[in-house]
C-alpha cells in the first residue's frame, strides 16, 4: 500500500518568512506529485504539480522533486498570513492507479 | 463552468439511518473520486471511477458503504445504518483523465446523531 509521508505535521513561519514543507513517497513507480492547498472550511485545491526532476517556480512558490529518492518539498517565500492553511502532497503513477494523498502540514503565518 | 457539484451541503442523520451523497463532476471529467476527512484521519480515500467504471474501492468500508455512477453526470455514495463515527466531510473530486489535477467539491458535511 503506497503511503505519503509529509513533514512537518505543522509549521508556524512569521510573514515574510520562508516556509518549507516536505513529501516523500514510498512507492518507487510514482511518476506524478502534486501539492494542493486546503483553506480552513474549504475543499482543497491544486497549488502545483511537478513530473520532472528538478525545479518549478510559480511566483512566491517553488517545488523541487528528486524521483530517485520519490522526495518532494515545496518552499513558499515572503510567506503572507493568506498562505497559513493545509499544504496536501498527492502522489501517483501512470496507468489510472488513484491518486494517494499525505495527511497534510499545517502551515500558520504569524503576522 | 460550475465546477464539481455535491449535495446535499449538510445532512444529519439518526443513528442507523440511511444516507445518499450525491456528485455531478465537471463535465468532460472521465475520473470521479470520493473521499472522506475528519481532523483525526485527515484525507481519505473512499473510490474511484473512470468512464463510470469502478476501478479502485479499496478504502471503502465493506458493509456499509457502496459507490455508484449510473451515467457520465452523476456519482452516489450511500452509507447504510449510519454510525457516529461516520460523520465527516465528504469530497467528491473529478479530473479529465485518472492521473490529472483533480477538482475538488464543497463537500457534504454528515453528521450522525
Known amino acids: 500500500q503506497q503511503k505519503v509521508q509529509q513533514s512537518p505535521e505543522s509549521l508556524i513561519v512569521p510573514e515574510g518568512g520562508m516556509a518549507s514543507l516536505n513529501c516523500t513517497s514510498s512507492?518507487?513507480?510514482?511518476?506524478y506529485f502534486w501539492w494542493y492547498r486546503q483553506h480552513s472550511g474549504k475543499s482543497p485545491k491544486m497549488l502545483m504539480?511537478?513530473?520532472?526532476?528538478g525545479e518549478k517556480e510559480e511566483g512566491r512558490f517553488t517545488v523541487h522533486l528528486n524521483k530517485a529518492s520519490l522526495h518532494t518539498s515545496l518552499h513558499i517565500r515572503d510567506s503572507q498570513p493568506s498562505d497559513s492553511a493545509l499544504y496536501l502532497c498527492?502522489?501517483?503513477?501512470?496507468?489510472?492507479?488513484?491518486?494517494?494523498f499525505g495527511s497534510g502540514t499545517r502551515l500558520l503565518v504569524s503576522p | 463552468n460550475a465546477g464539481v457539484i455535491q449535495t446535499p451541503r449538510h445532512k444529519v442523520t439518526g443513528k442507523g439511518q440511511e444516507a445518499t451523497l450525491w456528485c455531478e463532476p465537471i463535465s468532460g471529467h472521465s475520473a470521479v473520486f470520493w473521499y472522506r476527512q475528519t481532523i483525526v484521519q485527515g484525507l481519505e480515500f473512499l473510490t474511484y471511477?473512470?468512464?463510470?467504471?469502478?476501478?479502485?474501492d479499496s478504502g471503502m468500508p465493506k458493509e456499509r458503504f457502496s459507490a455508484q455512477m449510473p451515467n457520465q453526470s452523476h456519482s452516489t455514495l450511500k452509507i447504510q445504518s449510519t454510525q457516529p463515527q461516520d460523520s465527516a466531510v465528504y469530497l467528491c473530486?473529478?479530473?479529465?483523465?485518472?492521473?490529472?489535477?483533480?477538482?475538488f467539491g464543497p463537500g457534504t458535511r454528515l453528521t450522525v446523531l
Open positions: 498527492a502522489a501517483s503513477r501512470t496507468g489510472g492507479y488513484k491518486v494517494v
Open positions: 512507492d518507487r513507480n510514482v511518476d
Open positions: 473530486a473529478s479530473s479529465f483523465s485518472g492521473t490529472g489535477e483533480q477538482y
Open positions: 504539480s511537478i513530473f520532472s526532476n
Open positions: 471511477f473512470r468512464n463510470q467504471a469502478p476501478i479502485d
